[in-house]
């Protein structure tokens, strides 16, 4: 991955609880699609969110699905990811949040973005699996294998 070809981005974070910044390491979307095309048992994939955006443009899709082709594998993959899991999280006291921002402005990019992704991720582990923090997965750094 390259920093110069705006594959990977590193941010700073204010941190009030330590009183200092947490830095992040943002891997792009475009470069582990493109980890991703360049596998060697990569046949494509294709995405769609439902309901169809040729109705109302304006309207929150309900869930998207990923479809991948494998060389190797006789079925495809398919990844579905349901909009309202996509833009929650647990807040305090184990209430559902709603996200704002990206999620809300551009719902269908979002949706998009996250089961592209996992299904990406699931299939290509052993080339996409590496861009990704051992505490994305829950595990510790002892678990996960080079």
């Known amino acids: 991955l390259s920093p110069f070809a705006d594959e990977v981005l590193l941010t700073r974070r204010?941190?009030?609880?330590?009183?200092?910044?947490?830095?992040?390491?943002?891997?792009?979307?475009?470069?582990?699609?493109?980890?991703?095309a360049e596998h060697p048992m990569c046949a494509g994939w294709t995405y769609e969110d439902f309901?169809?955006?040729l109705?109302?443009?304006?309207?929150?899709?309900i869930f998207g699905r990923c479809t991948v082709h494998r060389k190797d594998w006789k079925e495809p993959y398919v990844e579905i990811v349901y909009y309202d899991e996509a833009v929650s999280m647990i807040g305090k006291?184990?209430?559902?949040?709603?996200?704002?921002?990206?999620?809300?402005?551009?719902?269908?990019?979002?949706?998009?973005?996250v089961f592209v992704e996992r299904s990406l991720r699931n299939c290509f582990p052993d080339r996409i699996?590496?861009?990704?923090?051992?505490?994305?997965?829950?595990?510790?750094?002892?678990?996960?294998?080079p």
Do not use: C, H, M, W
């Open 14 to 36: 204010d941190n009030s609880a330590r009183t200092g910044y947490d830095y992040l390491i943002i891997v792009r979307e475009q470069a582990r699609r493109r980890i991703a």
């Open 93 to 113: 006291g184990g209430a559902t949040v709603k996200k704002t921002g990206y999620a809300q402005t551009q719902p269908r990019s979002f949706l998009r973005g």
């Open 129 to 145: 699996g590496r861009a990704y923090a051992a505490e994305e997965f829950g595990e510790s750094e002892t678990d996960i294998k």
């Open 55 to 61: 109705g109302k443009t304006y309207e929150k899709p």
């Open 51 to 53: 309901p169809s955006p």
